[in-house]
């Protein structure tokens, strides 16, 4: 691989997903990236490996240019724009032409996107393909609920992220369990009335707490074909409004039917770059059920660097380098945001916290080599908060919830000898 130290990532929004491509690239190729948030946030503040740049107006597609552009014009490298956030993908994607010359954008055209973006089109699409995916009905923003051919609670979500973005209304959510057609009539009323007019997604609720989850990524080469494909068992969940569903936990290792299931879906799409895929497993009958695909790495993206599958290095080696990561067996790892005392009260299952145990634990936040007396204190402090956060918000785990699902634990990490 030649020398490509002075490549400089520019990624858009301030999360822990944007701190974690940057400290990708560092790790990788030792580099300083740029992240341009709306406002400033704690995640890339007083950080070392990141310049920060603050733009209350990022949203405006036409900001968001002029902006990149000016940064690749003093860039000391290649720039690659990138982010963890939909919308982002989507205006990156919709302004290709107005950027290529200055910066790498490596996500799918906009017709793909619309494909997989659109969750209606995304479940049509499961059907297609004979993908375990919950049985669905859609109704728009405003619209009464009708007659409704589903069982509840149901989960209620927007089809269009980009759209759901920009309106706000008391109770909002990214994802909306919704027990009564009473309750589904008055989410529905109040996005309508706050100008969600795009469609929601209803959807079954498939049974089970959030060990029962599961997370999916690969990457497919410019020509389309899957260079790799890494899950793990989400073994927490976040559930304050804002970040309901995000990974909190997670232990990674092969999920064979999850794996199989997403490389059909991205082969069959022609998907190029990052897919994420949420998944439950059905606890009734072991098999997991894609609820949507979404065209990017995720906030957890760190679990594949830790796992050694760094996203920097799939985009170095089709767009700068030429150059493809080993094929090595990825590392079975314990990802974490959160103390691990609290995986001790949440997740019951003991050949479960056996594996827990014996995984190499990582945090994405937490790096040795970008350490400074004020960064290090608010990561210890927004971990310990995360205490709070759950038992305000978090459910206890069902009993028992993760036995029997998904791919067998090896037997070393049962606790047999």
């Given at each position: 691989m030649r020398n490509l130290a002075?490549?400089?990532?520019?990624?858009?929004?301030?999360?822990?997903?944007?701190?974690?491509?940057?400290?990708?690239?560092?790790?990788?190729?030792?580099?300083?990236?740029?992240?341009?948030?709306?406002?400033?946030?704690?995640?890339?503040?007083?950080?070392?490996?990141?310049?920060?740049?603050?733009?209350?107006?990022?949203?405006?597609?036409?900001?968001?240019?002029?902006?990149?552009?000016?940064?690749?014009?003093?860039?000391?490298?290649?720039?690659?724009?990138?982010?963890?956030?939909?919308?982002?993908?989507?205006?990156?994607a919709e302004h290709r032409a107005q950027l290529e010359d200055v910066a790498v954008v490596p996500y799918p055209s906009v017709e793909l996107l619309d494909r997989v973006m659109d969750k209606q089109r995304f479940s049509e699409l499961c059907q297609e393909l004979d993908v375990p995916h919950p049985r669905t009905a859609v109704r728009d923003g405003g619209e009464p609920v009708g007659d409704l051919d589903l069982s509840f609670p149901v989960i209620a979500k927007p089809g269009d992220n980009t759209a759901w973005h920009q309106v706000s209304f008391p109770g909002k959510a990214k994802v909306h369990l919704v027990r009564d057609p009473a309750e589904l009539a008055e989410l529905l009323r109040a996005a309508g009335d706050a100008g969600y007019r795009r469609p929601m997604i209803i959807q079954e609720y498939v049974p089970g707490d959030d060990s029962q989850m599961r997370i999916m990524t690969t990457y497919s080469d410019r020509e389309g074909a899957v260079r790799m494909a890494w899950g793990g068992r989400v073994l927490l969940e976040e559930h304050t409004p804002g970040t309901l569903g995000n990974p909190a936990a997670?232990?990674?290792?092969?999920?064979?039917?999850?794996?199989?299931?997403?490389?059909?879906?991205?082969?069959?799409?022609?998907?190029?770059?990052?897919?994420?895929?949420?998944?439950?497993?059905?606890?009734?009958?072991?098999?997991?059920?894609?609820?949507?695909?979404?065209?990017?790495?995720?906030?957890?993206?760190?679990?594949?660097?830790?796992?050694?599958?760094?996203?920097?290095?799939y985009w170095m080696g089709d767009f700068l380098t030429g150059s493809w990561p080993n094929a090595a067996e990825p590392l079975e790892v314990l990802y974490?945001?959160?103390?691990?005392?609290?995986?001790?009260?949440?997740?019951?299952?003991?050949?479960?916290?056996?594996?827990?145990?014996?995984?190499?634990?990582?945090?994405?936040?937490?790096?040795?080599?970008?350490?400074?007396?004020?960064?290090?204190?608010?990561?210890?402090i927004a971990e310990l908060n995360q205490v709070r956060k759950f038992a305000q918000y978090h459910p206890l785990q069902e009993p028992g919830g993760m036995s029997g699902v998904g791919d067998p634990l090896p037997s070393s990490d049962r606790g047999v000898a």
């Open positions: 002075a490549v400089h990532p520019v990624i858009l929004g301030g999360d822990a997903g944007a701190y974690s491509l940057a400290r990708a690239f560092h790790e990788g190729y030792g580099v300083r990236s740029t992240v341009v948030s709306i406002r400033p946030t704690p995640n890339v503040a007083h950080s070392s490996i990141i310049r920060n740049v603050v733009e209350p107006r990022l949203d405006d597609p036409a900001v968001m240019v002029e902006l990149i552009r000016r940064i690749a014009a003093t860039a000391p490298g290649p720039v690659i724009a990138l982010t963890c956030v939909d919308w982002y993908v989507r205006a990156l997670i232990l990674t290792g092969r999920l064979s039917q999850v794996e199989d299931d997403a490389r059909r879906l991205v082969e069959y799409l022609g998907w190029t770059g990052f897919a994420n895929f949420d998944v439950k497993m059905d606890p009734r009958t072991g098999v997991g059920h894609f609820f949507e695909l979404n065209p990017r790495t995720g906030r957890s993206n760190y679990y594949l660097t830790a796992s050694g599958l760094n996203p920097a290095a974490r945001i959160v103390p691990g005392f609290l995986l001790d009260k949440y997740v019951n299952d003991e050949s479960v916290r056996a594996a827990v145990r014996r995984a190499p634990v990582v945090h994405p936040l937490k790096y040795r080599r970008d350490l400074s007396p004020r960064r290090d204190a608010w990561v210890r």
